[in-house]
């Protein structure tokens, strides 16, 4: 990290020798104008990390979003919100910047209740081993577990690579008693993290039956590529209508040709709490806070999966506000119970693995299971290849008699290329 940020400033140093003899003028009064600013930005934010996140990078955004730049910005593959034409002066900043302001940390939420404490260590485990920047988790369960949780996290190694917090399962603060009457706790407890979390921007929700086959950062990096109306990002439900359960049996609207399923959702909650949302119940927008005990009102009857439903409810009649992502982000069974349908898995591999229906636990689904063993049992600083990827290839191949097993390269292609490039990051840092 350290060392592409030098190379980039020398890079940037260079080009902006050029820029300087071609617009020598411009760049002249442009530093006084930008010293004033980062002189503004150092007093707006003396804190080495927001919680809120890029509050800092918004601002050279808002600078330069109206200089020319595409071309340096192919050329040099920087970040979208670099300049190009005052790349030197903005170089330098951000190497100071990074310095006060470590990479942003990327959020993670999850809710685990009754028996759920392996099962999200597990999920956390994943997250750690693969990815980049640093997490910081955000973990809802019952008081039982807590005790449970901290001494886990507290023993895991590369404690350097995140930070969690605690929570109770909660309601927000207004009209809790309220909420508790309509709301069973846990199983809405999502629907509220945009509430209860009111200083973090952006969010992974993600289910205890989550498996990180690749970094977080991956997944993160989609709140970038949300246009303006873009508030939350997650995978269809299903990709066979033939088989899909919204399509053939909801008594409610949903989203899109088959619904859209909630075990990884992506927020950028800065946005939800923001906007005012369209419905069915009065003619007046109403925002986040507002419509989730209407629509809980007026559809308890009809709903089956919960909160799940009333998400899909919402972007049914806000679908400009979801962004979509492939099949691969949040695999289930139903990709190939009954033979292969999520076509992307097939190119690239499984990305994020989703052991909804406890397959984890059971013996119905071989080779979900053996994945989820593989990574549950794996000691961190182990070699991958042979403490995780090898052993666990052995594992699925015994289960080719299953329909999932007889995919099973689909559920390491990913994990190789995963693997592959920590060692490649490895040997670049050396
Ligand atoms: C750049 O954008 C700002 C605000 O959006 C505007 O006031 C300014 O005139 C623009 N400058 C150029 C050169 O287009
Ligand atoms: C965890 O929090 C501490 C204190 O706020 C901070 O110094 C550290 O950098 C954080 N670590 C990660 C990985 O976010
Ligand atoms: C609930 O389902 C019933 C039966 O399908 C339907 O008649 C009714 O309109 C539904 N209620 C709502 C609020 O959509
Ligand atoms: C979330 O949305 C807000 C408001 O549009 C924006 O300022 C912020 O940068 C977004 N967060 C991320 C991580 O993209
Ligand atoms: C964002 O993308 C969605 C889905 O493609 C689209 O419906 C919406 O109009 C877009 N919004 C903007 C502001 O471009």
Not at 214 to 228: A, E, H, T
């Amino acid at each position: 990290m350290r060392r592409r940020l030098a190379r980039l400033v020398l890079l940037c140093l260079g080009c902006g020798l050029c820029s300087l003899l071609y617009a020598f003028s411009q760049l002249a009064l442009e530093q006084q104008q930008q010293e004033e600013d980062g002189a503004r930005r150092q007093r707006a934010f003396p804190l080495r990390r927001q919680p809120s996140g890029g509050a800092a990078w918004r601002r050279p955004q808002q600078r330069c979003k109206n200089v020319s730049v595409s071309y340096w910005n192919s050329y040099w593959m920087l970040p979208s919100d670099v300049c190009g034409m005052n790349c030197f002066w903005e170089a330098a900043r951000r190497y100071d910047l990074s310095k006060l302001h470590p990479s942003e940390a990327m959020h993670l939420a999850v809710v685990a209740c009754g028996e759920r404490l392996e099962e999200t260590i597990t999920m956390l485990r994943s997250a750690i081993i693969f990815s980049i920047k640093p997490l910081q988790f955000h973990i809802f369960a019952e008081d039982q577990l807590h005790h449970d949780f901290r001494e886990t996290l507290d023993n895991l190694a590369y404690q350097e690579k995140f930070n969690y917090t605690l929570y109770p399962i909660s309601f927000p603060t207004e009209n809790a008693a309220e909420w508790k009457k309509l709301f069973k706790p846990c199983a809405s407890q999502r629907l509220f993290l945009p509430l209860i979390l009111s200083d973090v921007d952006s969010l992974l929700y993600v289910d205890t039956d989550i498996l990180f086959l690749r970094p977080v950062d991956d997944i993160w990096s989609f709140l970038k590529k949300m246009n303006s109306s873009q508030i939350a990002a997650m995978a269809p439900e299903h990709e066979e209508p033939r088989i899909g359960w919204y399509n053939r049996f909801a008594r409610h609207p949903y989203y899109g040709k088959t619904g859209i399923n909630s075990g990884v959702m992506l927020m950028n909650m800065t946005r939800i709490r923001r906007k005012y949302f369209k419905n069915d119940m009065t003619t007046v927008r109403l925002r986040w806070e507002q419509i989730l005990m209407p629509l809980l009102k007026k559809y308890k009857l009809n709903i089956t999966w919960g909160d799940q439903d009333l998400l899909n409810i919402m972007f049914f009649h806000n679908p400009e506000s979801l962004f979509v992502f492939p099949c691969q982000w949040n695999y289930r069974p139903d990709h190939c119970i009954y033979g292969s349908n999520c076509q992307q898995a097939e190119k690239e591999g499984i990305f994020i693995l989703h052991g909804n229906r406890g397959v984890y636990h059971d013996d119905k689904q071989p080779a979900f299971r053996a994945v989820y063993d593989a990574i549950k049992h794996y000691t961190f600083g182990d070699d991958l290849v042979n403490a995780l990827l090898l052993p666990l290839e052995l594992e699925l191949q015994k289960t080719q008699h299953t329909y999932c097993g007889r995919i099973y390269k689909v559920f390491i292609k990913q994990l190789t290329k995963s693997i592959q490039d920590i060692a490649d990051r490895r040997s670049k840092r050396r």
